[in-house]
């Protein structure tokens, strides 16, 4: 495609279970980057990839939020044990290097009920 | 710590009225980037304008414009003649640089401005 994609859309979960959440970057893209936004606020960053590696992982709010990129593409957040406080939408950008343009995709909308 | 301000919450005009949204910014860093971004209800944030610290060049790309002035920690922008198309959310962000100086996509977004434009 030629934008970056998430998947689902739409995730309604009940509170304890674990969701993983996908994205698609543009290919060719080497930097991927997972911000979240709660209502009425701005994205909040989470973690960025470059290639495969996390480079900064220093918005993860706690140790049930792991986000792994294996072949340099494709990444997924999981999300362990959810709370309703984690329902928001989770945003994905991906961009050509780090210092060029980031292209946010259309987000994942997450109910924890 | 860096912060990102924009206290207009919400702002609306009549099509063709000209429109300033405001952004203060915080940071001890010398070197740093700030950004304008575009929110349409369809959710994806639209990159419009990054500009680095040094730069305080007033931005001029259609009908939109930047004003950056670094004696006031602002970032503000303004459209001119505004549009039905124009409503949207849009956001103001900071980053810091990488150790070359280089931009860098991790931001720290403002709590945005809800633009509304009537016809």
């Known amino acids: 495609g030629a934008g970056v994609s998430q998947t689902p859309s739409n995730k309604v979960t009940e509170k304890g279970k674990y969701v993983e959440l996908r994205c698609d970057p543009i290919?060719?893209?080497?930097?991927l980057y997972w911000y979240r936004q709660s209502l009425g606020q701005g994205p909040e960053f989470l973690i960025y990839?470059?290639?495969?590696?996390?480079?900064?992982d220093s918005g993860l709010p706690n140790d049930r939020f792991f986000a792994v990129r294996p072949e340099g593409s494709v990444s997924t957040l999981k999300i362990q044990r959810t709370e309703r406080g984690d329902s928001a939408v989770y945003l994905c950008?991906?961009?050509?290097?780090?210092?060029?343009?980031?292209?946010f995709g259309q987000g994942t909308r997450l109910t924890v009920v | 710590a860096q912060k990102v301000t924009q206290a207009q919450t919400e702002i609306s005009v009549v099509e063709k009225e000209d429109v300033t949204l405001d952004c203060v910014y915080e940071t001890r860093d010398t070197t740093y980037y700030l950004f304008w971004y575009k929110q349409p209800p369809s959710g994806e944030l639209v990159f419009l304008i990054r500009r680095n610290s040094f730069d305080e060049q007033n931005e001029i790309s259609g009908r939109y414009s930047w004003n950056f002035q670094k004696s006031t920690s602002s970032f503000n922008f303004t459209i001119t003649a505004s549009q039905v198309v124009d409503s949207a959310v849009y956001f103001c962000?900071?980053?810091?640089?990488?150790?070359?100086?280089?931009?860098?996509?991790?931001?720290?977004f403002g709590t945005g401005t809800l633009l509304a434009v009537q016809p």
């Open positions: 990839f470059q290639g495969t590696g996390a480079a900064d």
């Open positions: 290919s060719g893209h080497t930097a």
């Open positions: 962000a900071l980053s810091e640089a990488q150790e070359d100086g280089g931009a860098t996509n991790k931001l720290i």
């Open positions: 950008a991906s961009s050509h290097r780090v210092n060029t343009e980031a292209f």
